[in-house]
């Protein structure tokens, strides 16, 4: 088997001195907010609650100054209006929910991407329009058109390249590509690159393997290179998955253009990896958490975002990447169907 591995040890050995006393101090912030979580699960009560208000103050507070000094670290809560954050927030209680059932949490994970997609790209020259011309079901007196105006994104997508870091992040992806498609002016539909990667789960955070599974996966090198390449995972973690992809890319003579990486949740120190590892890369996420346990699972977090979204496989029959867009239904695969088409595409080679 074809096979790139990389080490929890060398993504660490990106991060500086300064960088690890910060996520300690984070560690140690979010350990007093455990200890207040036993509280509340025994007793309850409004003193309790009341100090765990004032704890998430303090971590966001913490968060949002050391990510101010990070330039390619770009966090929704922190970089748009206080007007807006309450829309961000709610979503992300939604899905933290334990009680939010498979539709609900692909709905809210549509919505969140469709925020995400404004903070990545809604920062466009504000002279720069692109012009839609629609016509309307009104036809009485006569036809009807309204025009809309929209950014004009044209010179951030044209040419880029979706790559999916399989499995979780297979639905934002094609959520991320049908956003591009509406925002470019001439319909402009990613084509894709699919990564099989996992973590080896049976490994603690400190000596997680992460392993790229060359035979599984299909992309093509030279599409790859010079062009804008967009990632797109509900939860980033510890890094490792895109780190561990992007520097297989660039020991094979790709030099991407540019990388986003685009989350729902990350976590500090994973963000940070990322950042000292890759010279060109930009982080937009919807919402920064700051720990994460042994087993390197984000804290609070919102447990298996891959399951939650795509349904969990059964142990000894594990879908493939045209199973698993089966399983989303009609309803998903028609409203994505120009990523559908690209996907088969990449996979069947036709």
């Not at 990389?6 to 050995?13: F, I, K, R, S």
């Not at 080896?200 to 093509?220: C, G, Q, R, V």
């Amino acid at each position: 088997m074809k096979r790139v591995i990389l080490e929890a040890a060398d993504l660490d050995g990106y991060l500086s001195d300064t960088d690890k006393q910060i996520i300690a101090e984070m560690d140690e912030k979010y350990a007093e907010a455990m200890k207040v979580y036993t509280e509340i699960s025994e007793n309850g009560g409004d003193p309790a609650k009341d100090k765990l208000i004032s704890l998430y103050d303090e971590m966001g507070k913490m968060m949002q100054n050391i990510t101010k000094n990070e330039p390619n670290i770009h966090v929704y809560s922190f970089e748009t209006p206080q007007a807006i954050h309450g829309e961000a927030s709610r979503l992300i209680a939604k899905l933290r929910n334990v009680r939010t059932e498979n539709p609900e949490f692909v709905y809210y994970t549509q919505r969140a991407y469709e925020l995400l997609f404004n903070l990545a790209f809604g920062s466009s020259d504000p002279q720069k329009k692109n012009y839609m011309f629609i016509k309307t079901p009104v036809d009485i007196p006569v036809q009807n058109y309204a025009v809309h105006k929209i950014p004009d994104i044209d010179d951030k997508v044209r040419g880029s390249v979706m790559c999916v870091m399989l499995r979780a992040a297979l639905l934002p992806s094609m959520i991320v590509s049908k956003e591009l498609q509406e925002y470019s002016s001439d319909n402009y539909v990613t084509p894709f690159a699919l990564f099989r990667i996992q973590r080896d789960d049976s490994k603690e955070e400190y000596n997680m393997a992460y392993i790229l599974d060359l035979e599984k996966s299909y992309f093509d090198l030279e599409l790859l290179n010079g062009r804008d390449l967009f990632f797109a995972d509900p939860m980033n973690a510890t890094g490792g998955s895109l780190v561990t992809i992007v520097k297989y890319l660039q020991d094979q003579g790709v030099k991407p253009k540019s990388i986003k990486f685009l989350n729902v949740i990350s976590v500090l120190k994973g963000s940070l990896r990322i950042v000292r590892a890759i010279k060109n890369a930009e982080i937009y996420t919807l919402w920064m958490d700051p720990s994460l346990n042994t087993k390197a699972y984000i804290l609070p977090g919102l447990g298996d975002a891959g399951d939650r979204i795509n349904g969990a496989d059964k142990p000894d029959q594990p879908r493939n990447i045209i199973q698993l867009i089966a399983d989303y239904g009609a309803g998903i695969a028609s409203l994505y169907r120009a990523q559908v088409r690209k996907i088969e595409e990449t996979v069947l080679g036709c």
